[in-house]
């Protein structure tokens, strides 16, 4: 739920803007539309905003936000859902803790208070962006969830620090500085991000786990970004012997049902995403179990048949006794709300289930409801992709020869022929910063590596200049924590390295909280409960791949709820069908070619490279590409798209005067 947004002066004399804190909050009105509040400490240089998207404690003034302790020493503003808030409030309250709401975020206040910043993490379960100012140290803190569920951005700039739940909220701050960073635009251009880095100059995320620490030391920022958090697979040499497989079902279903039964606690009804994997189907499943009524269930299809799943989520919905909503969409119509999807992703796509997963929202918006439960994070945590397995078969087993390694590498190609090119790479690819780093280049990231020769070419040549010599696989290997990987079993790194660049980058950006928010509709994750989590490391290996089975442990503990033909099927990866695939489709997608990257677009932006573009297409075109190649160049389309449109909106575009005349609009008034 909600937005937050706030501004720390360097000077702490220097007053914040009020009417500046109200327009960055309604920028993101589509995060919060149910109001508005904001405080300033005149006397400190700080102020926070918040729109608020009321969901637990629907008093619309005694839940509205950014929250102040008793004394006055603290200034809190949460985005997001703290779980389990009932139990702790009351243990809080039983220690004399004196509560003003009954929303979940103002407990954070009390256990701050009394256990520190330190021994007061560990509590907050759940999804959240957090921003805490301790008045007596002069110290502001900016808090993200453990897997990055939720969104947290900052910037330096000026002698202030301003924060916010989106980019936009930094952007309609009028000093901070709307400019793409060369190496951003080329992993724009390539997909994968480098973690913790943005498209945008100087604009960086709190990490997934990450606290920033900003503290003022004779009017200057000292800022600190430590771990308090991380997917930590045992060493090999830890791991020891394997328990009785009944320990691991028994722990993955008691782990998984209590995330569950967590993630249905509203104020409002609460509603499940079902596509026709296991994860969103074992999702209902329990919710179904748990609820004493029809469990409301959205499903997303498609109109070509390779790519919709409708038929096995409606018996999944029918065998548990769902109310299912099907909404089908066209191919075409797809690309007719990218621009949009790309204003609130705040990223390049280079699919465009992103668009699909925004109109969804706004359909179970209208049906009215704000909250659902999903199934993302069940594949990172057992293993569950198409790369995993690869990776599996090829660095993980060893008691095979290389001729079985072959044989199941093949199966596993033809299995998942569909993506080639996106979630498999169609070559073997091998970067020398990663194999350094974890042994071998996980597959996850092999189509984008890829993919990334295009970039140069691509650039605008002032740009290109920028990014000589430039390694992008060794830039997110320089990211990644090397203790998290060194020691483990070529599994546990191939699934740590997806969760921090996969996962957070695009399934929970584009796929998930951006598109979902953007019609004021929150997505809850249980398979992304930190506990959940924590268990799953301990998995061995072969109870997450099985032979031919992945995700073998969350199968059969939750084999009791999925109907047979679940049961048995193997992964097949959610996304809209690629552009080529459909000639409708790849009409709109040039429609919008020849709106965005005309030579006259292209020059005016100063992104991108005319003559690079057109190569492009014509690579695409040509007789002799192969399919998986024209799946990997759809998605580079899809970026260079992408990048034109980010610059229309959050360069070219005045966003400060954009954010107050969305205020006046909205009557928020300081």
């Known amino acids: 739920m909600c937005g937050i947004a706030g501004v720390m002066h360097a000077d702490p004399h220097q007053p914040v803007d009020p009417e500046t804190l109200v327009a960055m909050a309604a920028i993101q009105y589509h995060r919060g539309p149910d109001g508005f509040g904001y405080k300033v400490q005149d006397d400190r240089g700080v102020g926070f905003s918040h729109a608020r998207l009321t969901i637990i404690d629907l008093d619309e003034n005694r839940g509205r936000q950014p929250f102040m302790s008793p004394d006055n020493n603290l200034m809190l503003a949460v985005n997001g859902e703290l779980y389990d808030y009932k139990r702790i409030r009351a243990d809080l309250t039983s220690r004399g803790a004196k509560f003003r709401t009954k929303s979940d975020s103002e407990m954070v206040l009390h256990m701050y208070k009394d256990l520190g910043l330190e021994d007061m993490l560990p509590h907050l379960r759940g999804e959240f962006g957090i921003a805490l100012y301790d008045r007596q140290h002069d110290r502001l803190m900016l808090i993200r969830d453990r897997f990055g569920v939720k969104p947290l951005y900052w910037t330096e700039v000026g002698g202030k620090l301003v924060f916010g739940s989106e980019l936009k909220v930094l952007f309609a701050h009028p000093d901070v500085p709307r400019r793409f960073e060369a190496q951003g635009l080329y992993h724009q251009l390539m997909q994968t991000m480098v973690p913790g880095q943005t498209a945008f100059e100087g604009i960086h995320q709190v990490k997934p786990g990450h606290v920033v620490t900003i503290e003022r030391r004779h009017g200057k920022f000292e800022i600190r970004d430590d771990r308090y958090w991380d997917m930590d697979f045992p060493l090999m040499s830890e791991r020891g012997e394997e328990k009785d497989e009944s320990f691991y079902i028994e722990g993955v279903r008691d782990k998984l049902m209590e995330a569950v039964q967590l993630r249905l606690e509203a104020d409002v009804p609460v509603a499940c995403y079902l596509s026709g994997g296991i994860d969103s189907c074992i999702t209902l499943g329990l919710a179904a179990a748990t609820q004493q009524s029809p469990v409301k269930a959205f499903t997303i299809g498609f109109d070509n048949a390779d790519y919709d799943e409708t038929a096995i989520a409606t018996e999944m919905a029918e065998s548990v006794g769902a109310d299912q909503d099907v909404m089908t969409l066209n191919a075409d119509h797809l690309y007719d709300n990218l621009v949009e999807t790309l204003w609130h992703a705040e990223r390049t796509i280079y699919n465009t289930l992103g668009v699909a997963k925004l109109l969804m929202s706004r359909h179970v918006n209208k049906a009215g409801y704000r909250v659902v439960v999903t199934g993302e994070g069940s594949d990172e945590l057992f293993g569950g992709y198409p790369s995993f397995r690869r990776d599996m078969f090829l660095h993980g087993l060893d008691t095979l020869s290389p001729a079985e390694r072959a044989s199941w590498q093949q199966m596993l190609s033809e299995s998942n022929q569909l993506f080639q090119g996106a979630m498999l790479a169609e070559n073997e690819l091998h970067d020398p910063a990663l194999d350094a780093l974890v042994g071998f280049t996980p597959s996850c990231l092999q189509p984008w590596l890829a993919s990334a020769e295009h970039a140069p070419g691509l650039m605008a040549p002032h740009l290109r200049e920028q990014v000589k010599g430039y390694e992008p696989g060794r830039a997110i290997a320089n990211a990644l924590d090397a203790d998290m990987i060194e020691g483990r079993h070529p599994l546990d790194k ?177």
């Open 494 to 670: 191939a699934q740590y390295v997806w969760i921090k660049t996969m996962l957070e980058g695009q399934i929970l950006t584009w796929g998930g909280d951006r598109v979902d928010m953007a019609n004021s509709m929150e997505a809850r994750p249980p398979f992304l409960d930190h506990h959940l989590a924590e268990f799953a490391t301990q998995l061995p290996p072969s109870m997450r791949i099985k032979g031919r089975t992945e995700k073998y442990v969350l199968r059969e503990s939750m084999k009791g709820l999925l109907p047979k033909v679940l049961y048995e099927r193997e992964k097949f990866a959610f996304m809209a069908p690629p552009a080529h695939t459909d000639p409708k489709k790849w009409a709109a997608m040039k429609a919008l070619a020849d709106q965005y990257l005309s030579d006259d677009a292209v020059k005016e932006a100063g992104l991108l490279d005319p003559a690079g573009v057109k190569a492009l297409f014509d690579l695409h075109d040509a007789p002799d590409t192969t399919t998986s190649t024209q799946v990997q160049l759809d998605a580079v389309i899809n970026h260079m798209i992408g990048v034109q449109v980010l610059h229309s909106h959050f360069v070219a575009q005045d966003i400060p005067r954009l954010a107050r005349k969305r205020a006046e609009a909205l009557g928020w008034r300081p």
